[in-house]
C-alpha cells in the first residue's frame, strides 16, 4: 500500500517528535491466475509486473498472486481470478484477445495467449500480454461493456498503439482512470453489504 507522510509535528517534553509515515487506505486489487503451461513462466512474470506498474501510475493498486482463487477468497470484493490459456475457445470472435466477465462478482478473465505468440522480440510480447491483462482486469473493475477512444481500453490497438506498448508509454485515457475508481467503489460496497446480508441471516 502506498505511504504518505502525516504532517503533524508533536513536542513532548520539549523532544520534538518527526512527522511519522502512515498507511494510505488505498485498496489493493488482487489477482489470483494461472496458466497453461506452454506459456513460458518468464513471459507471465514479466507481464505481470508491467501490468502492475501500469496501475501504480495512476494510483490503483494492483498484485498478481499464482494459483487459484479459492471460495474462502473474496471478502473485500476486490479479489479476481485470472487464467492465460495457450488457445482461445471456438466461439470467441478471432480479433479478440482476452474475455472478462464484468458482471461476475469473481470478475473471471481469460487472455488467450496464442494470439501474441508470434510476437517477437520476447520483451515485446511480455509487454503486448501486460496490457491485454491491463485492459481485461479495467472491463472487470469497471463491471461495464465500454471502450475508450484511446490508450489501453482502446477497442482495437493500431500500430502506433503497438509501438507505445513496446516502449511502455500507452497510458489509460482519463475517462477509464474516473470508472475504475468507481467500480472499485461499488465492488467493495456491494462486498461490504453481501456480508452485512449474510450475517443477519446467521443471528436470525
Known amino acids: 500500500m502506498r505511504e504518505k507522510l ?5 513536542m513532548l517534553f520539549g523532544i520534538v517528535v518527526l512527522p511519522v509515515r502512515a498507511m494510505d487506505a488505498t485498496p489493493t486489487v488482487t489477482i ?3 496458466h497453461d503451461t506452454r506459456i513460458p513462466w518468464r513471459e507471465v512474470f514479466w507481464a505481470t509486473s508491467q501490468a502492475s506498474r501500469m496501475f501504480a501510475k495512476i494510483g490503483t493498486l494492483v498484485q498478481f498472486r499464482y494459483g487459484r482463487k479459492t471460495q474462502t477468497v473474496g471478502q473485500s470484493g476486490l479479489e479476481l481470478d485470472m487464467y492465460i490459456g495457450m488457445q482461445a475457445p471456438t466461439r470467441i470472435h478471432s480479433d479478440a484477445l482476452g474475455i472478462p466477465h464484468p ?3 469473481d470478475g473471471r478473465i481469460e487472455v488467450f495467449y496464442s494470439r ?3 510476437y517477437t522480440p520476447e520483451l515485446c510480447r511480455s509487454m503486448v500480454l501486460a496490457n491485454i491483462m491491463a485492459h481485461e482486469i479495467v472491463h472487470a473493475l469497471e463491471g461495464i461493456d465500454r471502450h475508450a477512444a484511446t490508450g489501453v481500453m482502446k477497442a482495437r ?5 503497438l509501438n507505445r506498448i513496446r516502449v511502455g508509454t500507452l497510458e489509460f485515457d482519463t ?3 474516473e470508472l475504475i475508481r468507481a467500480g472499485i467503489e461499488k465492488r467493495v460496497n456491494g462486498a461490504g453489504s453481501a456480508r452485512v446480508n449474510s450475517v443477519s441471516k446467521m443471528v436470525r
Open 157 to 161: 490497438w493500431n500500430f502506433e498503439d
Open 6 to 10: 502525516v504532517l503533524t509535528t508533536v
Open 32 to 34: 489470483y491466475m494461472d
Open 175 to 177: 475517462s477509464d482512470i
Open 116 to 118: 501474441i505468440q508470434n
Open 103 to 105: 458482471f461476475r462478482q
